[in-house]
């Protein structure tokens, strides 16, 4: 392992040196999305500017060249995620849309009046409210699994719950709100043993660590391209080929047909049946970018770095009158999760923007996993490996102020001379 350098990590990252309200940026809100590289920036405009054309119907050298960089980026990402067969990445406009194309089309197909799906109780609205959509038409079942105390999954109700055979079980691998990470192999091998079809949603897990889905053991993965570095507006849906080709498409339009005619319609084979329309094409050789640009660094050492961070941000905090963190598990993500006593989320969140701190107050769209918690929202400080330790110190000192209530300013130039 390499040792962690988040000075010149940062040096890639041209947003992380601007201002806000007159002060050095801390940017706290990883979960929310995060910042790109320059090499991700320099991508997008290098294919507007030189590369631009439409895919895969075009009978010009521009457009057979977008096209190969286009599926070029698709194995690019498949192969991140351990997949050889790269037509089974199908590429969305994140993790929403992906969980929406299992639920519209996989879930039409097999879902009947009766059937149980289980969800998470910490988890997304993305992985909630297309659920609910269908179920609602389908008289389908839906159950959370509960959380314990401590925050981690309560393995003996999911065990239960398995007992009444839920025919799809869609997890989360790390929870946006808690940063909690799951135990995504064994909540997937015990869903596989009880029968059902698993969807795991790993919009958070992949901004820290790599995966590889030959041995997570689902069947549908969806996450988001701009929560890796990469581009808004792209993401992508792997599914077990078996599964994607019995499955109809869900949307309809150019690019998804073999043949078209007013008697009938015939569809295209893997991956451009579920690809409607005109796609997201600089979007995913950005996205591209950003795996190549992860790949070149040591992320065990990312990792580490961001531990520490936790580690360090916790330990400054927990010296604060009132600081209560949610408890998140015995394993998490560089995510902090928080109330500060006596002060309201969104009144803590604004004094810290004023410092230049962006932290994100609020229900994380995860309302269900609020309610269980008796929380309006929490606070939340989600660290990325271009982080630094001076920055969590400068998120404690922030918080300690406002605490002893001396709304004095933030001393600029220690910052200013510091890690950046
Ligand atoms: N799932 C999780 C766990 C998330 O954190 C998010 C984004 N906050 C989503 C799903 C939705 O992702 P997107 O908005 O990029 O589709």
């Not at 910490?122 to 839906?142: C, D, T």
């Not at 010296?319 to 209560?324: E, K, L, M």
């Not at 410092?355 to 309302?367: F, K, L, N, T, Y």
């Not at 989600?382 to 404690?396: G, K, W």
């Amino acid at each position: 392992m390499t040792p962690a350098d988040p000075k010149r990590w940062r040096r890639d990252f041209p947003l992380l040196s601007v201002r806000a309200h007159g002060q050095p940026l801390v940017y706290l809100d990883n979960a929310a999305t995060t910042q790109k590289p320059r090499t991700v920036i320099d991508t997008v405009s290098r294919f507007y500017k030189t590369g631009n054309a439409n895919v895969h119907r075009g009978s010009h050298a521009l457009s057979a060249q977008a096209t190969a960089a286009f599926e070029q980026a698709r194995s690019t990402v498949a192969h991140w995620l351990g997949i050889e067969d790269s037509a089974t990445l199908i590429w969305t406009r994140g993790t929403t849309e992906a969980i929406n194309l299992v639920a519209h089309s996989w879930g039409a197909q097999h879902l009947r009046k009766g059937d149980l799906i289980l969800l998470m109780q910490s988890a997304h609205h993305a992985n909630i409210v297309p659920w609910q959509m269908l179920a609602a038409s389908r008289e389908v079942r839906i159950e959370a699994i509960p959380l314990q105390a401590d925050g981690d999954i309560d393995h003996e109700a999911y065990h239960r719950l398995l007992e009444q055979r839920p025919v799809l079980v869609a997890l989360g691998q790390v929870s946006n709100a808690l940063g909690t990470i799951y135990p995504i192999t064994d909540l997937c091998r015990e869903a596989k043993a009880a029968g059902a079809t698993v969807l795991v949603d790993g919009a958070q897990a992949l901004p820290h660590f790599d995966i590889d889905l030959n041995t997570l053991g689902c069947d549908f993965y969806a996450f988001s391209g701009h929560k890796v570095f990469g581009p808004t507006g792209i993401g992508a849906l792997w599914g077990r080929r078996e599964l994607l080709e019995s499955m109809p498409p869900w949307q309809g339009g150019g690019e998804m047909i073999e043949h078209v005619s007013f008697d009938a319609t015939t569809y295209a084979g893997l991956p451009f049946k579920f690809e409607a329309g005109t796609p997201n094409i600089a979007g995913a050789i950005g996205l591209s970018a950003a795996i190549h640009y992860l790949n070149a660094q040591d992320r065990v050492a990312m990792d580490a770095h961001e531990q520490s961070l936790l580690d360090h941000a916790l330990d400054c905090c927990s010296q604060i009158p009132g600081f209560r963190p949610i408890p998140s598990g015995a394993r998490r993500v560089s995510l902090v999760s928080f109330e500060l006593e006596g002060h309201h989320q969104q009144d803590v969140a604004h004094w810290l923007d004023q410092q230049g701190i962006a932290v994100r107050a609020g229900h994380h769209c995860a309302m269900p996993l609020m309610q269980s918690l008796g929380l309006p929202g929490t606070l939340r400080a989600s660290f990325a490996f271009y982080n630094t330790h001076q920055e969590a110190e400068h998120l404690a000192l922030a918080l300690e102020q406002l605490v002893q209530s001396q709304k004095t300013t933030l001393p600029v130039a220690d910052l200013e001379q510091s890690n950046y």
